[in-house]
């Protein structure tokens, strides 16, 4: 692909950015969705918070973390005495990949690591331009796109790392958390709960 890079204006303003955005076409997931969706919050925000990339909702309404997902990290948010609005929210890939079932419903498909890369410059100008203190990592793809593809959750989730300037902390994306079986679901939100607070408790 040929990534993002000639599309990104060379701006610290968010809305120019996000305005941008829709007309990339540094990669071929642009096509088949409905709507780029940018990052979304305080351009101010000390947190900043980077998921995987939008789900059907988020393409449906280019708002990201607003689908089954989101609502869990609003909850998970709210229990680590994080105010949602104050921090800035954003994918690692900001297109929806996905593939159609039989039915209306369209199935996530995981983004490949070259449109991971090719999307990089977005991510990249988003943290340029909120220059947060502390970045929440959701998930491996999110951890891999700004720790390198050797991180794993697994085994360094909650550390405190560095990056850049800021400080970043990985956890489990919300969707994992979804997706875990009944009997082991309130440990695993228990344990995002847990990150958020490390990740909280640096800005303080
Ligand atoms: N999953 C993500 O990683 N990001 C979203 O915006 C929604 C679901
Ligand atoms: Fe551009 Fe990223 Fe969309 Fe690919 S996923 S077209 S790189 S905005």
């Known amino acids: 692909f040929p990534g993002a890079?000639?599309?990104?204006?060379?701006?610290?303003?968010?809305a120019d950015l996000a305005t941008s955005a829709r007309e990339c076409r540094g990669c071929d997931l642009w096509e088949p969705a409905e709507h780029v969706v940018f990052g979304a919050g305080?351009?101010?925000a000390r947190m900043m918070l980077v998921g995987e990339q939008p789900g059907d909702q988020e393409d449906r309404r280019a708002?990201?973390?607003?689908?089954?997902?989101g609502i869990l990290l609003n909850r998970a948010l709210?229990?680590?005495?994080?105010d949602r609005e104050v921090t800035y929210v954003t994918n690692a890939v900001k297109h929806f990949k996905f593939t159609r079932g039989s039915g209306p419903r369209r199935i996530h498909q995981k983004p490949l690591r070259s449109e991971v890369t090719a999307c990089h410059p977005w991510l990249q100008a988003e943290l340029r331009a909120v220059d947060p203190e502390v970045v929440v990592l959701l998930g491996a793809t999110a951890a891999q796109a700004l720790m390198g593809?050797?991180?794993r959750i697994g085994a360094?989730?909650?550390?405190?790392?560095?990056?850049?300037?800021?400080?970043?902390?990985a956890t489990?994306?919300?969707?994992?958390?979804?997706?875990?079986?009944?009997?082991?679901?309130?440990?695993?939100?228990?344990?995002?709960?847990?990150?958020?607070?490390?990740?909280?408790?640096?800005?303080?």
Request: charged share 25%; net charge negative.
């Open 42 to 44: 305080s351009a101010g």
């Open 149 to 151: 593809p050797s991180f």
């Open 5 to 14: 890079a000639t599309f990104v204006p060379d701006t610290l303003d968010l």
């Open 78 to 82: 709210a229990q680590a005495d994080i």
């Open 172 to 204: 489990v994306h919300p969707s994992a958390v979804l997706r875990t079986d009944d009997a082991d679901r309130d440990a695993a939100f228990d344990g995002l709960v847990a990150d958020l607070r490390i990740a909280a408790g640096l800005l303080r």
């Open 156 to 169: 360094s989730r909650g550390e405190v790392l560095a990056l850049g300037d800021a400080k970043a902390v």
């Open 63 to 69: 708002a990201p973390f607003v689908g089954p997902a």
